[in-house]
């Protein structure tokens, strides 16, 4: 099965300042990478994602990009805001026989200081 | 709410009761799962329903007994639970071999076993 190492476990900045977090996973057959966003006490929220045709995706602040050589993504996050703050998950989606499913890092807390 | 509704928010359950947890989706998804979500571990996929039909149990205690009667309603049957067990209990849902691919999860169950 699908194997996902995600680091920093924590992570604090300054607001303003960029955040960094990086995946690898372990299935090359992947083609499909999310990343979730949970607030203190709420649901996991998809936040970006990117398929494994594509190497970079931006959403105004929030950007991934994905190296299927080396089996790594990123997030990253520009000019954070205290709102920024939680814990974010990467996932890699394969095909698990006869469904697909996906498997998640470890999460990622982000803290951003005012 | 985001199409994914979990009941009950909240559980407190004797560790000789029985009790069920449900998620309901409206998306037209026709995958959904449950995860266990606790304070120091991933989210950990318990089991994976495809069109209706168990594709995945994993290595999950006879204690908790999914249930998917419709490509709409998931449920989770509990029952002689540990403490250990108190965890937050997500549902997500996805369409299982289209695109998007990611999940749509529920506010989840915050289960206490005393």
């Known amino acids: 099965g699908e194997n996902v190492e995600q680091h920093p476990s924590t992570l604090s900045v300054q607001e303003g300042d960029s955040a960094v977090i990086k995946c690898t996973y372990s299935?090359?057959?992947?083609?499909?990478f999310p990343w979730y966003k949970q607030e203190l006490g709420k649901r996991p929220q998809l936040i970006i994602d990117?398929?494994?045709?594509?190497g970079e995706k931006k959403d105004q602040r929030i950007a991934v990009t994905l190296n299927k050589t080396a089996k790594h993504f990123s997030l990253h996050i520009t000019e954070t805001q205290p709102e920024d703050s939680a814990v974010y998950f990467c996932?890699?989606?394969?095909?698990?026989?006869?469904?697909?499913?996906?498997?998640f890092g470890k999460g990622t807390l982000l803290t951003v200081n005012p | 709410e985001t199409g994914v509704t979990q009941t009950p928010r909240h559980l407190v359950m004797g560790m000789t009761n029985k009790k069920s947890l449900k998620c309901e989706q409206h998306?037209?998804?026709?995958?959904m799962y449950w995860y266990k979500q606790s304070a120091k571990k991933p989210l950990e996929l318990m089991f994976v329903?495809?069109?209706?039909?168990?594709?995945e149990n994993n290595s999950v205690p006879s204690r908790f007994s999914p249930e998917c009667p419709n490509s709409s309603h998931l449920f989770l049957h509990l029952h002689t639970l540990q403490p250990e067990d108190s965890a937050l209990y997500l549902c997500?849902?996805?369409?299982?071999?289209?695109?998007?691919?990611?999940?749509?999860f529920g506010s989840g169950t915050r289960l206490t076993v005393v």
């Open positions: 997500a849902s996805s369409h299982d071999r289209e695109v998007p691919y990611g999940y749509t």
């Open positions: 299935d090359s057959a992947s083609n499909y």
């Open positions: 990117i398929r494994s045709n594509v």
């Open positions: 996932a890699a989606r394969y095909s698990g026989g006869s469904n697909y499913k996906l498997t």
């Open positions: 998306l037209g998804h026709n995958a």
């Open positions: 329903y495809s069109l209706e039909e168990r594709v």
